[in-house]
């Protein structure tokens, strides 16, 4: 399942050793890991949320067909418009602390790309700092996204939440047993996803532009 995080004992080449050079992982590294993340975060949070709503909707068919405003206004209706915003926060909560304080320490993006989320001494962060650091990414993108660019400015690649939790993102070879297998390329896979997403990301606003396009010649 998604949200199961590695549980595989490390090797003595992925161990963890404190000191030593680690390579800072780059802000567009960073960049493709989140794609793919948000990628399996929106699928499986767009997955549970349609089940909910088939589950709800289809226990209350007969009150949909005769009252419909009713289905909202009692406890059920009220947990279930919780259960279709909260629970999305919350498996995405578990899904990067749980991966991230994991034996990989990085989400299935991050593992992608080759990076990891260490502590500054590089160690392995604790669940309860993966659960924060989470929200402090939420904070990072709320200020504008001023919080996330500064991974491309600061000294150690850190964003607001990396500098808020102690937190570092290093190659996935760094503070390891074999430092000198770091990369400090980019990577054919983050290439790719940057091309992909990018690509996609285009044909976006051109189908924005030639829709608004028909509609303003309609109009006249």
Not at 12 to 19: E, H, K, L, R, V
Not at 20 to 25: F, I, K, T
Not at 54 to 59: E, L, Q, Y
């Amino acid at each position: 399942p998604p949200y199961a995080p590695p549980t595989a004992t490390l090797t003595a080449d992925q161990a963890s050793y404190a000191g030593g050079d680690g390579v800072q992982a780059g802000f567009w590294k960073r960049v493709a890991a989140y794609m793919i993340d948000a990628f399996v975060v929106g699928v499986a949070t767009w997955i549970v949320q349609i089940a909910l709503m088939v589950i709800f909707f289809g226990a209350n068919m007969g009150t949909l067909s005769s009252n419909p405003e009713a289905m909202f206004s009692g406890a059920t209706g009220i947990l279930f418009i919780l259960a279709v915003y909260l629970v999305p926060i919350a498996m995405a909560v578990a899904y990067y602390a749980a991966f991230h304080a994991s034996s990989k320490q990085a989400t299935l993006g991050k593992m992608a790309v080759g990076i990891k989320v260490v502590r500054t001494d590089g160690t392995r962060i604790s669940m309860g700092r993966g659960v924060g650091r989470y929200f402090g990414f939420m904070l990072s993108s709320l200020i504008m996204g001023i919080g996330l660019l500064m991974a491309a400015f600061t000294e150690r690649k850190q964003g607001l939440h990396d500098m808020i939790c102690d937190t570092l993102v290093v190659d996935k070879w760094a503070y390891t047993a074999h430092p000198e297998w770091q990369n400090r390329q980019l990577g054919t896979v983050t290439v790719v996803i940057l091309a992909v997403f990018g690509l996609l990301f285009v044909g976006a606003i051109l189908l924005i532009a030639v829709v608004m396009g028909l509609a303003i010649s309609g109009a006249n």
